[in-house]
């Protein structure tokens, strides 16, 4: 079991950054594939990107490719999503994800468990 607290969203101009932070309760995080979500108002649940357990590829939605970038640190138990050269578009509620050995999938079902998100606002 693991839960997940995200933190760093907030309401920032075009063009400009922000890093979420997605802190995981548990001893063994380094275990546990990590994703990034997203949902605009309206609009379905996406994909952003992910990390597998045991690192390796990690993939980005193309929206986001050379903008977002994401990483984690295992001795801190956390996730991060640096976002750069922000959009309006870009504005959603951004959830972390975990699923325990998992490869970096964009699917939203193979992730067991959630964070209840954060929000970000990018204003033109």
């Known amino acids: 079991q693991v839960q997940l607290v995200e933190s760093g969203g907030g309401l920032v101009q075009a063009g400009g950054s922000l890093r979420l932070s997605c802190a995981a309760s548990g001893r063994t995080f380094s275990s546990y594939a990590v994703a990034w979500f997203r949902q605009a108002p309206g609009k379905e649940r996406e994909f952003v990107s992910a990390l597998s357990w045991r690192g390796g590829s990690t993939p980005y939605a193309d929206s986001v490719q050379g903008r977002f970038t994401i990483s984690r640190d295992n001795a801190k138990n956390t996730v991060y999503l640096q976002m750069n050269s922000l959009k309006p578009e870009d504005t959603a509620v951004y959830y972390c994800?975990?699923?325990?050995?998992?490869?970096?999938?964009?699917?939203?079902?193979?992730?067991?468990?959630w964070g209840q998100g954060t929000q970000v606002t990018v204003s033109s």
């Open positions: 994800a975990a699923r325990l050995f998992g490869l970096e999938s964009r699917r939203q079902y193979e992730y067991d468990y």
